[in-house]
């Protein structure tokens, strides 16, 4: 908490520590309500810091004890305020002995040492350290640790953290102790110890090159029949990171383990990851295949960062999407990878654009728009965004575009052979893949250092004389925050051509040498736009093709081409790039769902019984089309979300699209009745439950089709939902069929909702779904969301509970949120103002929901305003929460 006005601290004014520590040595006395921590490190002055000071950080602690090289630092060699101990006249070669005291129960903020249900956890990425003792708490300073843990034996039986343990015993007094020794040199951020009554599922694991190495999923008792698929996705992950990159795990021992209190998802502490079990467990009952999915990447992400990210770290935190940025990459191929079939490839790309377009567009065209790699900020932990992890991956996916896959890995190979051990920058890892390749990557630099999605215009010309087509392309990018002029950027857009046949046509450029020479034209090109605006001539094109233009989404931009709704089904059922036929179905929805919104913000009325238009006449191809995979027609008729719509429009109207969506649907679903059922039926998969991809997809367009149906509310639909409720043997099935009955009017949907609770109330995970499910439903509206709050079950101390009421409300449920009377900005604002105080972290991210607050109708904006205006006038506002909220406001 502060009074003061929180600084920007810049990228520009990065400089060198005045010290290095060599190494840590720590002891913990852990007890709940009191926890001593005794720190003994060495360090070394830095070169040309004679004379400087030693800056430690500490925050929310005691300092009990400061010796130096033995002798008790005096109170005139030091000052301490503001969360910096400064030490002075502190020799070359030190060792430091520091006493800290801590009250790790009464740490709601979840950072530092808290303790979650009874037991012991850490989080110190980026700047938790600081709060379990003073140091140099930032990541370009690098030690080795060995720890020391004490507590009650029965309380505490089990102690973990980083690396391998050493050594354990008795201390008597019914307390004991281990020692934990970790071989690597890593930043404290990646420090982690764990503390309690916990259970493992464990195993042996051989590497390729023969080590055999410990794998460990650690979790409450209770749990343990719900760490299979954690386990399964760990082995998966390095197994894959050994074939694909030739990485391989460092380390004899890897733990995970699950804690119900996290702010995020999960983290990457060297050899003891740190995960919210909702990444963590699973089984048929309480998962659905989104869950497996989560899991599955997430443990994936978790354990690729232990190359990029520990191994290779940061220099400082303005280069968070160095690691970040390319270690979601990685999570992305490596599920790509195991679902193994091109169609399956597809899929999981369209799933990861779709939550680019979703999150991360909106960021980069509002106030805290920022570049991948920031140049301020005031609160660290406001910088875990989409636009960090999300464009950062495709930042680095755009490297293997235009390098190639094997391009890539020899930058990669580059990379880790001259940084190993390291703390670099996001121009190291450029330059690492320029050298590789051998290429000029200069431009490509602007993808760091410029924010905004920048937008890129098509126009192309057909002469049937000279049998050539040509393809201009001009890029433009609009402003954002201190960024009012852009440069262009280098953009690979990957082209082909389609003949009126629907074949790709071979593809020879003018500028290409010999390009009639070579026996095989490619059917895919990818175009480098440096330029403002640039001409790709194309040679002997036989007919005018249509054009199929980012294929595969090559880069993270917004594409300006005018099709025809002729050309977009053309496109939708014929491309030979997936990507682009799925992106050809969502114009052609798009375009019609902006044009009903026009027309209901006219007062026009719309008509149920319009003739069928490209948009049915389309899905309904897709949906009959047997030879397509389940899962991408799953993606294919799913109409944009609200928000993907809302993005398109100058002045948002929630309601307007609201209505527009719904009436698409039930539109949808009436014309296509039959072909709904028959998807329902024939995607049926009866006997066990097995989250692999073929399932999961062929659920997922049954239960597509369900919502579909259930959207007609009459008494075939409704009966045809609880049968699904009631007969579910998994999770996945039991959640969509409740979903479906919650937005009906079906008569058994109150009984549904109170059965599932009264069979699910034990199980955390399930009851987050529980109250996240009401929260998105469509008659739920603020007094029936505050109601929820005080359900026996309902807590905003443990984030995933927040999240699953509050957040889904204010993010997943525009229509009712943006209620006419405000009343939705003024519960938003009650919520962020009692997290601030709870949990300064969760309630910044909750205050993000209000960013886009000036693209609405001005009646809307004045309520957004006020409620904005409330939150900022609040006491002891943190720097996490004033810093989203004066952004907004600005
Ligand atoms: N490095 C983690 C993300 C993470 C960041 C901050 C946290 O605590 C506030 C926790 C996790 C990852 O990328 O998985
Ligand atoms: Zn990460």
Redesign the pocket.
Known sequence: MRTDTPQAIYRKDYTPPSYWVNTVEMGFDLDPDLTRVATRMTLSRNIGSRGKSLVLYGESLELVQLRMNGKEVGKRGYTLGNGVLEIFNVPAEVTLDIETALRPNQNTSL?GLYTSNGNFFT?C??EGFRKITFFPDRPDVMATYKVMLRADKDKYPVLLSNGNLIEEGDLGDGRHYAVWEDPFKKPSYLFALVAGQLVCQEETYKLQSGREVLLQVWVEEGNLDKTQHAMDSLKNSIRWDEERFGLELDLDRFMIVAVGDF??????NKGLNIFNTKFVLANPRIATDADYAGIESVVG??YFHNWTGNRVTCRDWFQLSLK?GLTVFRDQEFSADLIGTDSGRAVKRIEDVRVLRQAQFPEDAGPMAHPVRPDSYVEI?NF?TVTIYEKGSEVVRMYQTLLGRDGFRKGMDLYFQRHDGQAVTCDDFRAAMADAGGRDLSQFELWYSQAGTPRVKVETRYDEVAQSYMITLTQSCPPTPGQPNKLPFHIPVAVGLLDSGGRDMPLVLDSVEGGDDRSVAPTTMVLELTEPSQTFHFRNVREEPVPSVLRNFSAPVILDIEYTDAQLAFLMANDSDAFNRWEAGQRLAMRRMLALTEAVKNGEALDRNADENALGAAFRATLTDNALDPAFCELALTLPSESVVAEQMDVVHPQAIHQVRRFLRRALASALRFQWEVAYQSNRTPGAYSPDPVSAGKRGLKNLALSYIVELDDGDAHKLAQSQYDNANNMTDRIAALSALVNSNAPGKDAALASFYEDFKQEALVVDKWFSLQAMARHTDVAAVRELMNHPAFSLRNPNRARSLIFSFCNGNPAQFHAPDGSGYEFWADQVIALNTINP?VAARLARSLDRWRKYAPELQDRMRAALQRVAATKSLSKDVHEVISKSLA
């Not at 702010?263 to 990457?268: F, L, Q, S, T």
């Open positions: 950072m989080q990425e980026a702010n995020m998802g999960a983290m990457e992400h978790e970040e932990n875990y972290q």
